[in-house]
């Protein structure tokens, strides 16, 4: 199985999840989905969300949760499946409201990358295509998600932008500036 690693960025309900299922099943037809998300006390919308999620998803498909620990989760899930990390945005917000040092935790990501030997798919959401926050908290974690967001683009063999339901590639990009 050849080694890839994969970004699929977008706006919410732009297909990126549907678009990185696909991708991470490409190569032998299962894969481990490796859950970010946080279900907080009384957070019935959010339940439902991964509700939903699960839903779609089939027998083909082993879960995993890291919240937090993502390095850890590749590290330890490696061998002969790809695996989906979805997504790169929930796993920022639990090491932020966690007070953890998410800029060593991006660091720690991006080393791990390199030395796996089954193909990884990452979604993360494009945040700041929008307008400035207005408070503080929601502007640090604007910057935040870029920096995470090119950092482990830097480190894909290949980028996705979903848009609308459809996929288009950002990198490899034989356009010169």
């Known amino acids: 199985m050849m080694k890839k690693s994969i970004l699929i960025t977008g706006g919410a309900r732009s297909?990126?999840?549907?678009?990185?299922?696909?991708?991470?099943?490409?190569?032998?037809?299962?894969?481990?989905?490796?859950?970010?998300?946080?279900?907080?006390?009384?957070?019935?919308?959010?339940?439902?969300?991964?509700?939903?999620?699960?839903a779609r998803r089939g027998p083909e498909w082993t879960e995993v949760d890291a919240p937090t620990d993502l390095a850890g989760a590749l590290v330890s899930t490696d061998g002969d499946q790809p695996r989906l990390v979805d997504c790169l945005t929930l796993w920022l917000t639990n090491l932020m409201l966690d007070d953890a040092d998410w800029q060593a935790e991006t660091g720690r990501l991006v080393e791990t990358l390199t030395t796996q030997s089954a193909p990884v798919v990452?979604?993360?959401?494009?945040?700041?295509?929008?307008?400035?926050?207005?408070?503080?908290?929601?502007?640090?974690?604007?910057?935040?998600?870029?920096?995470?967001?090119?950092?482990?683009?830097?480190?894909?063999?290949?980028?996705?932008?979903?848009?609308?339901?459809?996929?288009?590639?950002v990198k490899p990009n034989d356009t010169p500036f």
């Open 122 to 169: 990452f979604v993360t959401n494009e945040v700041g295509l929008g307008i400035v926050p207005e408070n503080k908290l929601a502007r640090a974690f604007r910057d935040a998600a870029g920096y995470v967001n090119q950092a482990v683009a830097e480190a894909c063999d290949e980028v996705w932008l979903a848009v609308a339901g459809h996929p288009m590639r």
């Open 15 to 54: 297909g990126k999840s549907q678009l990185a299922e696909r991708k991470a099943l490409q190569p032998c037809g299962r894969a481990i989905y490796i859950a970010t998300s946080r279900i907080y006390d009384g957070d019935t919308e959010m339940a439902a969300r991964v509700a939903a999620h699960k």
